[in-house]
């Protein structure tokens, strides 16, 4: 009857000499979905490998190649593998732990101490063997939430490089874009140095008849000047585009030659809505990983908490110990023992109570950096549906004045070489047709790069099923080690 008490009061003591936690509550709350003014349709379905729409199989095999060689996603993935095996190695605390510990030295025992005759005073070898065996019994889930916190981590890690895929095969695409317009504004630049030593020549055919002076002659080699430059600096941008997405796909100036005009459809369709989807946030990896980033904060303080009870692991051992080789594994050399190890804050200065606190605020932190990953991705979304609302606008009247100045350059030309206008009228009606087919330049493929980043706003061809890029998907799998 005594022992019946005696252990019930042991436990109960053991639970109030624990040093109390701290009654710290979150201050950060998360956005919930019906706050955002989300619409009421998905959105469309984006097919994997989405980029071959545009119709490039140079741009396909670039951006195959990126996927593969890409050094930002390969520290992504990299990553990635750590929290995993960070996850593995606190699963593996969770499980009982055995190691095998053996010890021989020569010793000189002395006289006077527990060693009797014969073996004090004398010079023997002692020997151990022990097989150790240790269980932390999880009584109050602290292990469990370290477990957890992982977990979450390692997803967040997994859905980390997903973003990461996604983000680098959009700015990929849109570079590719971006090495269009410069060979379109090349190609501006060498038909505009065309058109002022066309200009010349006329000039100087005038001359020659009378009708103009030598003075339009030099102006017009100062334009042919001019036009060169602009046709030096068309050249560089283009080049640069071409160092950038070799650098993209890991490669350095080697691949710079092997790198062709682009044969991209523009006006390529890419699936988009015409309004903010109703499930936006399911689809991002970014806020996916926000999200879990929350969850593993919220085990990370769960396991702040439980620090405060005891922490009771249990022991045993079995092996050999003895004074001389001869007798090391005998019988009578066997040793065993079995018993709990209870470890018990009482007084630690307020570390455990810190501990929690800053759990907490590292959970308040992923709360508030999720909320910021929501707001910026229906922002990103809205901007890219009112950029390509007002782009389509733009391109209809761009039309127009493209039309508009090609018929006021004919004119000029016309009256000029018929001695109606002087070089002047000509060459402002050059000037206003390049500033229209640059700008034509600008905005059609500002429509296909705001195609791609609506795109890369919805989550692109993100599989939530399937976070992980399929050549370490089996890392994220939630096995035991």
């Given at each position: 009857?005594?022992?019946?008490?005696?252990?019930?009061?042991?436990?109960s003591?053991?639970?109030?000499?624990?040093?109390?936690?701290?009654?710290?509550?979150?201050?950060e709350?998360?956005?919930?979905?019906a706050?955002?003014?989300?619409?009421?349709?998905?959105?469309?379905?984006?097919?994997?490998?989405?980029?071959?729409?545009?119709?490039?199989?140079?741009?396909?095999?670039?951006?195959a190649?990126m996927?593969?060689?890409?050094?930002?996603l390969?520290?992504?993935?990299?990553?990635?593998?750590?929290a995993?095996?960070?996850?593995?190695?606190?699963?593996?605390?969770?499980?009982?732990?055995?190691?095998?510990?053996?010890?021989?030295?020569?010793?000189?025992?002395?006289?006077?101490f527990?060693?009797?005759p014969?073996?004090?005073?004398?010079?023997?070898?002692?020997?151990?063997?022990?097989?150790?065996?240790?269980?932390?019994?999880?009584?109050?889930?602290?292990?469990?939430?370290i477990?957890?916190?992982?977990?979450?981590?390692?997803?967040?890690?997994?859905?980390?490089?997903?973003?990461a895929?996604?983000?680098?095969?959009?700015?990929?695409?849109q570079a590719?874009?971006?090495?269009?317009?410069?060979?379109?504004?090349?190609?501006?630049?060498?038909?505009?140095?065309?058109?002022?030593?066309?200009?010349?020549?006329?000039?100087?055919?005038l001359?020659?008849?009378?009708?103009?002076?030598?003075?339009?002659?030099?102006?017009?080699?100062?334009?042919?000047?001019?036009?060169?430059?602009?046709?030096?600096?068309a050249n560089?941008?283009?080049?640069?585009?071409?160092?950038?997405?070799?650098?993209?796909?890991g490669?350095?100036?080697?691949?710079?030659?092997?790198?062709?005009?682009?044969?991209?459809?523009?006006?390529?369709?890419?699936?988009?809505?015409?309004?903010?989807?109703?499930?936006?946030?399911?689809?991002r990896?970014?806020?996916?990983?926000?999200?879990?980033?929350?969850?593993?904060?919220?085990?990370?303080?769960?396991?702040?908490?439980a620090?405060?009870?005891?922490n009771?692991?249990?022991?045993?051992?079995?092996?050999?110990?003895?004074?001389?080789?001869a007798?090391?594994?005998?019988?009578?050399?066997?040793?065993?023992?079995?018993?709990?190890a209870?470890?018990?804050?009482?007084?630690?200065a307020?570390?455990?109570?810190?501990?929690?606190?800053?759990?907490?605020?590292?959970?308040?932190?992923?709360?508030?950096?999720?909320n910021?990953?929501?707001?910026?991705?229906?922002r990103?979304?809205?901007?890219?549906?009112?950029?390509?609302?007002?782009?389509?606008?733009?391109?209809?009247?761009?039309?127009?004045?493209?039309?508009?100045?090609?018929?006021?350059?004919?004119?000029?030309?016309?009256?000029?070489?018929?001695g109606?206008?002087?070089?002047?009228?000509v060459?402002?009606?050059?000037?206003i047709?390049?500033?229209?087919e640059?700008?034509?330049?600008?905005?059609?493929?500002?429509?296909?790069?705001?195609?791609?980043?609506?795109?890369l706003?919805?989550?692109?061809?993100?599989?939530?099923?399937?976070?992980?890029?399929?050549?370490?998907?089996?890392?994220?799998?939630?096995?035991?080690?």
């Amino acid at each position: 009857m005594k022992r019946a008490f005696f252990f019930p009061a042991v436990a109960s003591l053991l639970l109030t000499a624990c040093v109390s936690s701290p009654s710290t509550t979150p201050r950060e709350t998360e956005i919930k979905p019906a706050q955002l003014g989300l619409g009421t349709m998905p959105a469309p379905a984006i097919p994997q490998g989405w980029w071959t729409g545009f119709g490039d199989p140079q741009l396909d095999g670039l951006i195959a190649k990126m996927l593969s060689d890409n050094p930002t996603l390969a520290g992504a993935l990299a990553r990635m593998r750590s929290a995993q095996s960070q996850l593995s190695s606190a699963r593996a605390d969770s499980y009982p732990q055995l190691t095998l510990d053996g010890q021989e030295q020569r010793e000189r025992f002395s006289k006077s101490f527990i060693i009797p005759p014969p073996y004090g005073g004398k010079t023997e070898w002692m020997g151990t063997l022990e097989a150790n065996l240790s269980w932390n019994i999880d009584f109050w889930g602290r292990q469990s939430a370290i477990i957890a916190k992982a977990r979450s981590g390692a997803k967040a890690a997994a859905l980390d490089a997903a973003a990461a895929r996604l983000a680098l095969s959009g700015t990929f695409a849109q570079a590719y874009v971006g090495l269009v317009r410069a060979y379109i504004l090349s190609d501006i630049a060498a038909d505009t140095l065309k058109q002022r030593e066309h200009v010349l020549a006329l000039t100087n055919s005038l001359v020659k008849s009378g009708l103009e002076n030598v003075s339009s002659q030099d102006e017009a080699k100062a334009l042919i000047a001019q036009a060169q430059e602009n046709l030096t600096q068309a050249n560089a941008a283009r080049e640069i585009f071409v160092h950038q997405i070799a650098a993209f796909t890991g490669q350095g100036a080697e691949a710079y030659a092997t790198i062709a005009r682009p044969q991209i459809n523009l006006d390529a369709v890419l699936p988009q809505p015409d309004s903010l989807p109703a499930d936006l946030l399911a689809r991002r990896p970014d806020v996916m990983a926000a999200q879990e980033r929350v969850s593993a904060a919220m085990s990370g303080r769960e396991a702040a908490h439980a620090a405060f009870y005891p922490n009771i692991n249990l022991a045993t051992f079995a092996g050999f110990q003895a004074i001389g080789l001869a007798s090391m594994f005998t019988g009578n050399a066997l040793t065993y023992g079995i018993g709990p190890a209870i470890h018990l804050p009482i007084f630690d200065a307020g570390k455990l109570r810190a501990e929690y606190a800053g759990a907490t605020a590292d959970l308040d932190e992923a709360v508030a950096d999720y909320n910021a990953t929501v707001l910026a991705a229906v922002r990103q979304t809205a901007d890219a549906l009112t950029q390509i609302q007002a782009t389509q606008k733009e391109r209809g009247e761009q039309n127009a004045a493209i039309a508009s100045a090609m018929r006021s350059l004919k004119l000029a030309e016309t009256r000029y070489r018929t001695g109606l206008s002087n070089e002047l009228e000509v060459l402002i009606a050059q000037t206003i047709l390049l500033q229209a087919e640059q700008q034509q330049a600008s905005i059609e493929t500002d429509a296909a790069t705001q195609r791609v980043t609506l795109l890369l706003a919805l989550g692109g061809d993100f599989d939530p099923a399937h976070p992980a890029p399929k050549q370490i998907r089996s890392a994220t799998q939630d096995s035991a080690p």
